[in-house]
């Protein structure tokens, strides 16, 4: 009967432990990139109230996530690279430096182009083409080694900058 107990209660912990659980934000917009309007910049806080990010490792509490994700739409020229950059990462309320805040969190990005779904725009009397690009921005805390560090940037508000700009193929 303990065996059996015991199997199940780890059974119960593993279950629990393995979920992935991630906060999802996705914004919309009407930005068209293209030779003449060539950068788009966002300026990006996570919201402290709906959920705290820890680190993949640790255990999950209530309110706790292992990932956020951005979800961002514009439209893009045909024939362009999309490029883009994340700058200027800080903590609110925190006395850390920036290169010690990006070894802290891994940034993911990718981009869908949806080539079915286009627009046509005119920029200086020349019609523009372009397709919808859905661009995810995946953000995950690495593993801290020293309780002190995540005590002083546990529930703070990250901010960030996200650049997108083109480039001619």
Known sequence: MK???????????????????????????????????????????????????????????????????????????????????IKDLQILDSSLKAQKINDLFDFEISFEHIENQKITTSSNGEEVNAHLVKIYVRIAMNDLKDRTLYTEIAG?????TYLLSISKA
């Open 3 to 85: 065996k059996i107990l015991l199997v199940l209660v780890l059974i119960f912990i593993l279950l629990g432990t393995s979920q992935k659980v991630i906060s999802f934000f996705e914004e919309e917009t009407e930005v068209v990139l293209h030779e003449n309007n060539s950068l788009y910049q966002l300026n990006v806080t996570t919201n402290s109230d709906t959920s705290r990010l820890i680190p993949r490792t640790a255990l999950l509490g209530v309110n706790d996530t292992y990932e956020i994700v951005y979800k961002y739409e514009i439209y893009v020229e045909d024939n362009v690279d999309l490029l883009s950059e």
């Open 156 to 160: 703070k508000t990250l901010n960030f």
